[in-house]
């Protein structure tokens, strides 16, 4: 419960800092948009979501579920691949590092891309990595990396609109 407490302080953090830096731009008045998805009706069935600490992910796990989306986790890069191969996923979502490796989830999005070239992949790490990784990233494939919660969400194209 403790943790589950502490995910949704930081998202919470994560929701004002992001309306924080929109009424900065709304001030300056060269607002460039915010993705904002504020309807999770999925069109988006399934997710495969790889990371070796999948508890740290939980509330955003659940909150996707609620939506009636389905989760499935992988531990690794291998079980990663193995899930893919063997069901149809609409989009992957990884963390960056894992003990195989500090760019496990680049690795696994070239091995994803080796497969399947379309399917939407999105990393969610922490800060550092969202940052000094995120050009390495795009190359190998990744649609977006981030360390928020919030922006995660609304990347995920589960929207109508999206």
Known sequence: MEEASEQQRRILDDIQSKLAELEKRL?????????????LTPSTKRILWVDDQPKNNSFLVALLEDRGVKVDVALSTNEGIEKFKSHSYDMIISDMGRPEGGKAGIDLALKIRSVDPQVPFF??????????????????GVNEITSSGTTLLSLLPLSNGN
């Open 27 to 39: 001030t300056k008045n060269d607002a460039a948009p915010l993705r904002v998805n504020n309807s």
């Open 123 to 140: 990393i969610f790490c922490g800060n550092w990595a969202a940052r000094n990784l995120h050009q390495e990233s795009l190359q190998a």
